[in-house]
């Protein structure tokens, strides 16, 4: 897998979105590292900026298409931390989108210095839900459609 270099390296390409993130001091514990749990919300923000760059908003797949994206699981490792005031770069790859499932890699990169350090590495399993009921639902066509184009070769 290559890593992101720098801010330039920050665009989409094939089936990888990349989204720069900067650590405030509210996502920090104490000792001014990541809280464990933050690296989600970090990875969150990716999928549903990865969306809006497909054309969708999750505002409106609810409200016209009456679908919700949610989590059913993930696997995370922590490599290294992430500290107060770190310019953060968070990889998002769709392995295998399924009828109603998504499967996707998600990498948090620091570059600093010239130097990519990889922080975490993680795999994300999301689910096409109806927003009424939340049971899994095929996603729409129309959608699909779309983020096929993101699946690798």
């Known amino acids: ?65 009456g679908v919700l994206f949610v989590v059913r699981g993930l696997r995370m490792h922590y490599i290294r931390p992430a500290c107060f005031n770190d310019e953060l770069l968070v990889v998002t790859r769709l392995h295998k989108a399924g009828r109603s499932l998504l499967e996707f890699g998600q990498d948090i990169f620091r570059n600093e210095g010239g130097q990519t350090e990889q922080l975490t590495q993680s795999m994300v399993e999301v689910v096409c839900v109806e927003s009424s009921r939340f049971k899994p639902l095929s996603i729409p066509d129309s959608i699909r459609t779309v983020i096929k184009t993101m699946e690798p070769a």
């Open 1 to 65: 897998m290559k890593a992101p270099h720098s801010k330039q390296d920050m665009q989409q390409a094939g089936s990888s979105f990349d989204w720069p993130v900067r650590v405030y001091y509210e996502d920090t514990d104490g000792g001014g590292v990541v809280y464990h749990a933050n690296y989600l919300k970090f990875m969150e923000r990716a999928r549903t900026e990865w969306l809006r760059h497909l054309g969708f908003e999750q505002t409106e797949l609810r409200e016209r298409a």
